[in-house]
């Protein structure tokens, strides 16, 4: 079946522009994460949905990161303003819903590519 | 502190080696943990779930210390194919669906 997808796969922006990031999860899967990966680093958590709602929003950087998913499936992360300190691979992952005391899968996308100038 | 460190890497050892990675994390009240590999420009893939008992997968051994905080990952008779990063990864504080992930370990396996 289809994996998580992300679009668009490389995005190439100004400083000080708006951007808006796009994953489509797993068919079924309720919960979806956002992670961050710079170069040489792992992937850092940012975000994460239940459903419809940010369950932890405790990685977001600051208030210029804001991420929807108003029909729980599509989300999108949204960067104000963006700074050079931006640039990275944004990871979108989905599992099913996670049972307390258990741990699903996330299943990874192949992530959009960031490049503030 | 990082949260999980991981050895720097990068490993570069021969087909048919046997390689070892360790790794250490900070918060005591982590509960799952895990092995990711990554390749090169892709996205991050579940190895293995790392258990208290250790576990075996093929060439693949994972072991976990909860009382020193160290997992580690043992790889036996490289491959080619096996050349990759290696991220250690545990769940985060509140629950069971924040990872954190180590910087990860580079591993190239040379004919």
């Known amino acids: 079946g289809a994996g998580v997808s992300q679009t668009p796969s490389n995005k190439v922006t100004e400083k000080g522009k708006y951007v808006e990031l796009r994953c489509d999860p797993i068919?079924?899967?309720?919960?979806l994460y956002w992670y961050r990966q710079s170069l040489g680093q792992g992937p850092e958590f940012l975000i994460y949905f239940q459903g419809t709602g940010a369950a932890d929003d405790s990685g977001l950087p600051n208030d210029r990161f804001f991420a929807v998913r108003p029909e729980g499936s599509v989300s999108t992360l949204k960067i104000q303003r963006t700074e050079r300190g931006d640039s990275a691979v944004y990871l979108c992952?989905?599992?099913?819903?996670?049972?307390?005391?258990?741990?699903?899968?996330?299943?990874f996308g192949p992530g959009t590519r960031l490049t503030v100038l | 502190r990082k949260e999980v460190e991981q050895d720097p890497g990068p490993f570069n050892v021969p087909e048919g080696a046997t390689v070892a990675f360790n790794c250490t994390y900070s918060n005591s009240a982590s509960q799952s943990f895990f092995w990711y590999r990554q390749d090169c420009r892709k996205e991050p893939k579940l190895l293995m779930s790392v258990y208290s008992s250790g576990n075996e997968d093929g060439r693949f051994t994972a072991q976990l210390n909860r009382a020193s905080q160290y997992i580690s990952l043992l790889i036996r008779d490289s491959k080619l194919s096996d050349s990759a990063t290696y991220l250690c990864v545990v769940n985060g504080a509140g629950g069971y669906n924040k990872l954190i992930f180590g910087a990860g370990t580079r591993l190239a396996v040379h004919p």
């Open positions: 068919s079924g899967h309720t919960a």
């Open positions: 992952a989905s599992s099913s819903t996670p049972g307390t005391g258990s741990y699903n899968e996330q299943f």
